[in-house]
């Protein structure tokens, strides 16, 4: 079996390359996959991911409002999706940082195509307010992988992102995002609201075994969900459903308006 780091392959940048040029036809193609199969040879997973955003960074337009409008013209496209979406999403993560009301929608539009939780944690510690404000309105999206998004993004402790330090010690923020999807139609986002409150769980019981005098017990695994707050009803709920798989979808959830592509002149 292929090592996931091989997904990330000098193949599949030619295949982005490709969508990226329908969509804005001054895209550097050439520019963007020079040399790839041996700059990424050496590279585990995470680092090709980096490399190929750097590239994203150096080829798109740097004026990020004009960027993504591309990556919007490349959503039309159904080949645009799966590992060739992720560095996208890493891309979004940075060069949008500081434009969180035309990132944020991107990001929700992105996540049916590969999901946007990793990407959407740097707008949770740069921008709360603003981040928290779409994450309400996401809770309301027709679309199961945006929904799926609030939850998974906000995880304290998400595997294969960076640990949500605010989030450990205080989930409150997140409790009435929860609220809103325990009882979800899609069994793919109570899966991801159980984890959440495993996330929480363990929080609590690292707490709680910190703070408690020398010569305690620790609480269980098995009784952490009873002492974090407002969750106790929620901790066992649908935790056997299988998350089913990402599906293609051409009308990707979006705030506001997207405008044409403008003609800008490739770097």
């Known amino acids: 079996m292929a090592a996931f780091k091989d997904e990330i392959s000098a193949e599949l940048a030619a295949h982005l390359a490709r969508e990226l040029t329908r969509a804005w036809p001054a895209f550097p193609r ?5 040399g790839l199969d041996d700059a990424l040879a050496p590279l585990a997973l995470m680092a090709r991911i ?7 960074v150096d080829a798109l ?9 591309v990556l919007w013209e490349t959503l039309e496209s159904l080949i645009f999706t799966g590992w060739m979406t992720l560095p996208c999403g890493s891309y979004v993560a940075r060069a949008g940082i500081d434009r969180p009301e ?12 590969w999901s946007s939780e990793g990407p959407v944690r740097p707008f949770l510690e740069r921008h709360p307010d603003i981040t928290y404000r779409h994450l309400h309105r996401w809770v309301l999206d027709p679309d ?3 929904r799926r998004l609030v939850t998974e993004g906000t995880r304290p402790r998400l595997p294969w992102a960076p640990q949500l330090r605010r989030l450990i010690a ?10 809103h999807l325990v009882d979800d ?20 019981t690292s707490r709680s075994a910190a703070s408690a005098p020398a010569g305690t017990p620790s609480t269980s695994r098995s009784t952490a969900a009873s002492s974090a707050p407002s969750t106790s009803t929620w901790s066992t709920r649908e935790r056997r459903c299988p998350a089913p798989a990402r599906q293609v979808r051409s009308g990707a959830s979006r705030a506001g308006t997207r405008g044409g592509v403008p003609h800008v002149e490739p770097g």
Do not use: M, Q, W
């Open 61 to 69: 337009p740097d004026d990020f409002d004009i960027a993504a409008k």
């Open 30 to 34: 050439r520019r963007f996959t020079r």
């Open 185 to 204: 139609p899609s069994a793919y986002v109570r899966r991801s609201v159980a984890n959440h409150l495993n996330d929480i769980s363990a929080s609590s």
């Open 170 to 179: 205080d989930p409150s923020p997140n409790i009435e995002l929860l609220d």
């Open 144 to 146: 199961e992988h945006v």
């Open 102 to 113: 035309i990132g944020l929608p991107l990001l929700a539009g992105l996540t049916p195509r």
């Open 50 to 56: 980096d490399l190929l955003t750097d590239r994203l």
